[in-house]
């Protein structure tokens, strides 16, 4: 059972920068997908961005030009780089593995991102 370990979140203002991190317990082998989600009280969890084993990715209309997601297969960890942070983005982001072949979904516990001033 692959386990993610998300960090990097926290209180920010608006105008920042965080980079969450998203660890996995063993190593992350075939065809995948590993992206970042969110989700605010009250409404579904969405989509921030993700990307594939060969380094396709996609990104949310809303974080476009801000997020960079990118990943290191060697160390079986994948990224999110948050720049010009917006109120909007205040959420707890969850990280995501997708194991394609046998449609296996795997998440993290969650990292709250705050961004007040």
């Known amino acids: 059972q692959v386990q993610l370990v998300e960090s990097g979140g926290g209180l920010v203002q608006p105008g920042g920068s965080l980079r969450l991190s998203c660890a996995a317990s063993?190593?992350?082998?075939?065809?995948?997908?590993m992206g970042w989600y969110r989700q605010v009280p009250g409404k579904q969890r969405e989509l921030v961005s993700s990307?594939?084993?060969?380094?396709?990715?996609n990104y949310a209309d809303s974080v476009k030009g801000r997020f960079t997601i990118s990943r290191d297969n060697a160390k079986n960890t994948v990224y999110l780089q948050m720049n010009s942070l917006e109120p909007e983005d205040t959420a707890v982001y969850y990280c995501?593995?997708?194991?394609?072949?046998?449609?296996?979904?795997?998440w993290g516990q969650g990292t709250q991102v705050t961004v007040s001033s």
């Open positions: 995501n593995l997708f194991y394609v072949l046998i449609e296996r979904n795997y």
């Open positions: 063993e190593r992350i082998f075939g065809i995948n997908v």
């Open positions: 990307i594939t084993t060969g380094g396709g990715t």
